[in-house]
């Protein structure tokens, strides 16, 4: 899955951040509602956690904006309100589940993989390119109908790549991504793990950018 966390609680928001990337997920996180607006706009996510209580934007106007521009990837919103009224009015604003500080990680990825589900059965589409097919729900990758075996780092970058058809997409975007680093120095880390995912979708599918990084076309 590809996963927005909008959440300006600088521990919390690493928690949530770490504990995804180990399962497997690519994770942007955006600390203001201003940059996680932009990108929730922007970037095609699976979902999106919202917390209501942001320094310069209200969640709740935010969500309200995403709905109204026919945003309509999954939320899940964060609040430390526990009245009603205030979970009644995020679902009202156009969230599609609400969960309650202080919380477990279990129960949140629990819940963010029951709005993947209940979205793909609405008509998500699987990312497909000519034969090779990923299903960020289900988290599985097929080549000619049979399936593959990959791992968590290899299935995210994929990921990153197929939802980016033909854009370049560079080697410290993936470290980011993936491993939550950012440094050039790490690159060869990307080139180690494209290789042996070429091996298993064949060499041919992801293209080489020299000097900048990969793209699928």
Same mark, same amino acid.
């Given at each position: 899955?590809? &996963?927005?966390?909008?959440?300006?609680? !600088?521990?919390?928001?690493?928690? &949530?951040?770490?504990?995804?990337?180990?399962?497997?997920?690519?994770?942007?996180?955006?600390?203001?509602?201003?940059?996680?607006?932009?990108?929730?706009?922007?970037?095609?996510?699976?979902?999106? $956690?919202?917390?209501?209580?942001?320094?310069? *934007?209200?969640?709740?106007? &935010?969500?309200?904006?995403?709905?109204?521009?026919?945003?309509?990837?999954? $939320? +899940?919103?964060?609040?430390?309100?526990?009245?009603?009224?205030?979970?009644?009015?995020?679902?009202?604003?156009?969230?599609?589940?609400?969960?309650?500080?202080?919380?477990?990680?279990?129960?949140?990825?629990?819940?963010?993989?029951? +709005?993947?589900?209940?979205?793909?059965?609405?008509? !998500?589409?699987?990312?497909?390119?000519?034969?090779?097919?990923?299903?960020?729900?289900?988290?599985?990758?097929?080549?000619?109908? *049979?399936?593959?075996?990959?791992? %968590? *780092?290899?299935?995210?970058?994929?990921?990153?790549?197929?939802?980016? %058809?033909?854009?370049?997409?560079?080697?410290?975007?993936?470290?980011?991504?993936?491993?939550?680093?950012?440094?050039?120095?790490?690159?060869?880390?990307?080139?180690?793990?494209?290789?042996?995912?070429?091996?298993?979708?064949?060499?041919?599918?992801?293209?080489?950018?020299?000097?900048?990084?990969?793209?699928?076309?």
């Amino acid at each position: 899955m590809r &996963i927005l966390i909008i959440e300006d609680e !600088k521990q919390l928001a690493a928690n &949530i951040k770490s504990f995804l990337l180990k399962k497997g997920d690519a994770v942007d996180l955006a600390v203001t509602g201003e940059e996680g607006a932009y990108l929730a706009e922007n970037e095609p996510y699976d979902v999106v $956690i919202l917390d209501l209580m942001l320094p310069d *934007k209200d969640g709740l106007k &935010i969500c309200q904006s995403l709905r109204q521009k026919e945003v309509k990837t999954p $939320i +899940l919103m964060l609040t430390a309100r526990v009245a009603v009224e205030e979970r009644v009015a995020g679902l009202n604003a156009g969230a599609d589940d609400y969960l309650t500080k202080p919380f477990a990680l279990t129960e949140l990825q629990a819940r963010l993989e029951a +709005l993947i589900r209940r979205n793909q059965s609405e008509g !998500k589409t699987i990312l497909k390119i000519d034969k090779l097919e990923l299903n960020p729900a289900s988290h599985t990758v097929s080549l000619d109908k *049979k399936s593959l075996l990959l791992t %968590p *780092k290899e299935f995210a970058i994929l990921e990153m790549l197929m939802r980016r %058809p033909g854009q370049v997409v560079t080697r410290s975007m993936i470290m980011e991504h993936v491993w939550d680093y950012n440094f050039e120095s790490l690159s060869n880390v990307v080139d180690v793990f494209v290789n042996t995912l070429r091996k298993k979708i064949g060499k041919d599918v992801i293209k080489t950018v020299h000097g900048v990084g990969y793209k699928i076309e």
